[in-house]
């Protein structure tokens, strides 16, 4: 099968300009935050724009990986978006030095239970001090797990996507694919123990007093329905463009939808499980996660979080035939995404403004948007990288011809 090289269209060149611009926006912007309004906003913004972006990167990866278990073949000729979006995991380990270095910066770090000699201190911190650690090396056993997370996703990366991208100079055989076919089932395992573990390190430890058994479903949640969102406005892209039009159906536009739809619905009911299981049981120590974020402004985020992320994403896909409307998926999609930088906001700035910077009102600003630009840039840049560089299709996948039959 030909080639399906983007690299000199006018969409890819763009997107790349746009990354490039963002991306140096971005870092002037945390560069102002940092002098205007010290180092652990900046370090909280950078936070905020390392998750979204490096989540949905990494969950990119497991979608691809997911279609591979599932030899799923109406997804062969949209897998390859996925993984050229999933550019920026090779990467991933130079932009966590930042928040490695924050742990180590005692009263400046974000992380409340890194300041001095904190976990001494606290009863609480006590009995979670071996998790924290303090070795020799100060908090080396969280920092070795951060970069642990960052070398497995990349292990994940070079032999799943590797192996796709092998496939396509090889039309006659088909062991890069079977090879897939077998690591799939560890490297879905792998990814669901990193991105909990990470959300748990990454964000959980910023309120060290309170935890959630149900955050690792909560984080991949909110990452997989953007990452549905991205893929499917870039499909939309690309076919309206008139590149991939032999290759996308209007099947696939409506299973899109679907999962758009159907993970949305999921998000909103493991994020009510988690504050319906905390409101009744009523326990303080647990229930002071909801009241941090239900006062001093917080609630208009939650109150946002719920029409964004739910609301208007139900209402928006519920009916079978906008599912095929491409202009209804790209709004529903660019609802969903803001909805997801909301939820991490609310996450992320309530902790850091009420245990560290001691705000008595909402930390949120032009500040907490230089993060996000930042790592939307970067993950545009190494996105156009990825599709100048690879086929915009997968060409030799052997269930390629199932997606071109593909009928719903």
Not at 189 to 195: F, P, S
Not at 202 to 222: C, D, K, Q, R
Not at 248 to 274: C, N, P
Not at 343 to 356: E, F, K, Q
């Amino acid at each position: 099968m030909s080639n399906v090289q983007l690299g000199s269209t006018p969409l890819i060149g763009k997107i790349n300009q746009i990354g490039m611009i963002l991306a140096a926006v971005g870092a002037a912007g945390l560069a102002g935050v940092y002098v205007i309004s010290g180092s652990e906003r900046f370090f909280a913004d950078y936070l905020l724009g390392f998750w979204y972006f490096g989540g949905i990167s990494v969950t990119m990866m497991f979608f691809a990986a997911l279609q591979y278990l599932a030899r799923a073949g109406w997804s062969a000729s949209i897998r390859r978006i996925a993984e050229n979006y999933a550019g920026l995991v090779p990467v991933m380990i130079v932009l966590m030095i930042p928040i490695i270095a924050n742990i180590y910066m005692d009263h400046h770090s974000i992380y409340e239970w890194a300041h001095g000699n904190e976990l001494n201190e606290d009863e609480i911190l006590v009995k979670k001090a071996a998790y924290f650690s303090q070795g020799m090396f100060k908090f080396d056993f969280f920092a070795i797990r951060l970069v642990m997370y960052c070398v497995l996703w990349f292990v994940m990366h070079r032999f799943i996507i590797g192996n796709s991208l092998k496939q396509d100079a090889m039309a006659g055989d088909i062991s890069p694919t079977r090879a897939n076919w077998k690591r799939s089932a560890p490297f879905v395992l792998m990814y669901a123990i990193t991105i909990t573990f990470a959300a748990f390190d990454l964000l959980m430890t910023l309120e060290p007093h309170w935890f959630s058994t149900i955050w690792g479903v909560y984080a991949f949640a909110g990452h997989f329905v953007a990452a549905l969102s991205i893929i499917t406005m870039t499909a939309v892209a690309l076919h309206s463009g008139g590149y991939l039009k032999g290759y996308i159906r209007d099947e696939h536009f409506h299973d899109l939808g679907k999962l758009m739809f159907a993970f949305s619905v999921f998000w909103t009911y493991i994020a009510f499980s988690q504050y319906f299981i905390i409101w009744y049981a009523n326990l303080p120590e647990e229930t002071i996660y909801f009241t941090n974020r239900m006062t001093h402004g917080w609630e208009y985020f939650g109150y946002a979080l719920i029409l964004t992320h739910f609301v208007v994403p139900f209402m928006v896909l519920l009916r079978q035939d906008v599912k095929r409307k491409k202009k209804v998926l790209v709004a529903a999609g660019i609802i969903i995404l803001i909805s997801h930088f909301i939820d991490l906001t609310w996450i992320i700035m309530p902790a850091v403004g009420h245990h560290i910077l001691k705000a008595e009102s909402v930390t949120f600003g032009w500040q907490e948007l230089t993060g996000w630009i930042f790592f939307a840039g970067l993950f545009l840049v190494f996105a156009a990288r990825q599709f100048k560089a690879n086929n915009a299709v997968a060409i030799n996948d052997p269930l390629l011809n199932e997606s071109f039959e593909y009928h719903a």
